[in-house]
């Protein structure tokens, strides 16, 4: 079964913060994500810095502006639903 995340999700797991991209200049807020922790730490930073650009100089809102149009999105997270039966 589909869980769309909600534009305003407050859980800040990875996926939470699809349409306020400048949460993840937040160290704290990454922090929290454990995808981030995987990540090298020149890696994240050229990442983090490249994402702040892109956000000042409008790159990011001339490709994924269509995102503040919409209140849920479905990021592919699922919920798996099970009988289990005793034999």
């Known amino acids: 079964m589909p869980v769309p995340v909600p534009h ?6 990875l996926g939470a913060y ?3 991209p400048h ?3 937040d160290a704290d807020a990454r922090g929290v994500i454990s995808t981030f922790s995987t990540i090298p730490d020149a890696d994240l930073e050229s990442g983090v810095a490249r994402l702040h650009s892109d956000l000042e100089n409008g790159t990011w809102e001339q490709r994924t502006g269509y ?3 919409m209140s849920v999105l479905d990021l592919g997270y699922r919920l798996v639903i099970a009988e289990v039966v005793d034999n």
């Open 23 to 25: 949460a993840h200049l």
């Open 67 to 69: 995102l503040s149009r």
């Open 8 to 13: 305003d999700c407050i859980d800040g797991f």
């Open 18 to 20: 699809w349409r306020r």
